[in-house]
T-cell receptor, first 113, second 110 residues
Framework: NAGVTQTPKFQVLKTGQSMTLQCAQD?????MYWYRQDPGMGLRLIYY???????DKGEVPNGYNVSRLNKREFSLRLESAAPSQTSVYFC????????????FGPGTRLTVL | EDKVVQSPLSLVVHEGDTVTLNCSYE??????LLWYKQEKKAPTFLFML????IEKKSGRLSSILDKKELFSILNITATQTGDSAVYLC??????????FGSGTKLNVKP
């Protein structure tokens, strides 16, 4: 039981490049989330998917897109990376309304030069 | 605007001390309040609170929620160096969104 997995663990991009962060969970959870965490700050919600087939914007969605590929997988895409997107990105999942406990992946450290 | 505010931002104590961490919130459609511990990696779950006045306990950690005054506290008694971490408070919204505070950084010295 791997829980929540994320790839890659580290990534360096140049301004304007694109990339996709992958996330998968094996807990049969309905809801999945993407957060970013900047130094000295808490987590800010980028996008979330309350259930398979739905996605919604969080607090800081600009510059990002998401895809809920199936119940297990939720990807985050940066179409044209900017230095302001340098951050640590966490994916999380939860059962949904039945339980708000979120389980987090190990994170992706992204640097945009 | 929905927000979660934690205090203090940082705290330095010695082993054996008792600490109280605070979390206040202004979130419409409140559904739950959660506490997480983060030690240089992913946050790990501590407590979920949904009802006022009911204390949740796990070993030396305990937490309680006041939905009238819109705050929660996390207590840690007999602190140990292994308690050193950032403690995050999050509020769950009825539409499956979550708002996190900026965290309290706890440093427990031997």
């Amino acid at each position: 039981n791997a829980g929540v997995t994320q790839t890659p663990k580290f990534q360096v991009l140049k301004t304007g490049q694109s990339m996709t962060l992958q996330c998968a969970q094996d807990m049969n959870h309905n809801s999945m989330y993407w957060y970013r965490q900047d130094p000295g700050m808490g987590l800010r919600l980028i996008y979330y998917s309350a259930s398979e087939g739905t996605t919604d914007k969080g607090e800081v969605p600009n510059g990002y897109n998401v895809s809920r590929l199936n119940k297990r997988e939720f990807s985050l895409r940066l179409e044209s990376a900017a230095p302001s997107q340098t951050s640590v990105y966490f994916c999380a999942s939860s059962e949904g309304p039945a339980s708000d406990t979120q389980y987090f992946g190990p994170g992706t450290r992204l640097t945009v030069l | 605007e929905d927000k979660v505010v934690q205090s203090p931002l940082s705290l330095v104590v010695h082993e054996g001390d008792t600490v109280t961490l605070n979390c206040s919130y202004e979130v419409t459609n409140f559904r739950s309040l959660l506490w997480y511990k983060q030690e240089k990696k992913a946050p790990t779950f501590l407590f979920m609170l949904t009802s006022s006045g009911i204390e949740k306990k796990s070993g030396r950690l305990s937490s309680i929620l006041d939905k009238k005054e819109l705050f929660s506290i996390l207590n840690i008694t007999a602190t140990q160096t292994g308690d050193s971490a950032v403690y995050l408070c999050a509020v769950g919204h009825n539409f499956n969104k979550f708002y996190f505070g900026s965290g309290t950084k706890l440093n427990v010295k031997p």
